[in-house]
């Protein structure tokens, strides 16, 4: 029987094609992923800042369990990725899950994710499956350890 989850991915627009990907590869291990992430096959057109927040994002970061963050060098200081990452983070059911874009070496981790993530993990299938279902991991770029951080929350 498949894996589900349900996922919000934050991500800047110009990364769709990893969020794509990454959906992509988990669903041919097995992995249902009911993803609510705004991407460029599900645009989102609304222009007011407080709507898009209120009506667009935030129900699917609340029905969403798993928040997976895909870092990038664009994603660090994007005002929306670290919107996402602290609005989930208000939430103790949430798993925030970094997961480091191809290319992304030496890139710093989001402000936000740095704060409230759970995990940070390379582009390896089996570590983002494993850390979706329970596992933590903190990892750099080329899958060396890197300390966790102070983090502001525990997951359970």
């Known amino acids: 029987m498949a894996d589900t989850h349900n996922v919000f991915m934050p991500h800047r627009h110009e990364d769709d094609h990893h969020v794509q990907r990454l959906k992509a590869?988990?669903?041919?291990?097995?992995?249902?992923?009911?993803?609510?992430?705004?991407?460029?096959?599900?645009?989102?057109?609304?222009?007011?800042?407080?709507?898009?927040?209120s009506e667009i994002l935030a129900p699917g970061i609340r029905n969403a369990?798993?928040?997976?963050?895909i870092v990038t060098p664009d994603t660090t200081n994007h005002a929306w990725v670290d919107w996402e990452v602290a609005y989930a983070a208000r939430f103790p059911d949430k798993k925030i899950i970094g997961v480091w874009a191809p290319g992304s070496d030496g890139c710093p981790v989001p402000q936000e994710l740095e704060k409230h993530g759970h995990d940070?993990?390379?582009?390896?299938?089996?570590k983002i499956i494993a850390s979706m279902?329970?596992?933590?991991?903190?990892?750099?770029?080329?899958?060396?350890?890197?300390?966790?951080?102070?983090?502001?929350r525990v997951g359970c």
Do not use: Q
Request: negative net charge; glycine residues 6%.
């Open 65 to 69: 369990g798993k928040i997976i963050v």
């Open 120 to 126: 940070m993990v390379t582009w390896d299938i089996d």
């Open 25 to 53: 590869e988990l669903e041919a291990r097995g992995v249902v992923v009911r993803d609510a992430s705004i991407t460029s096959d599900k645009p989102n057109l609304a222009k007011s800042p407080e709507y898009i927040r």
């Open 133 to 152: 279902s329970g596992d933590t991991h903190w990892e750099r770029p080329d899958g060396a350890p890197r300390p966790a951080p102070a983090m502001s």
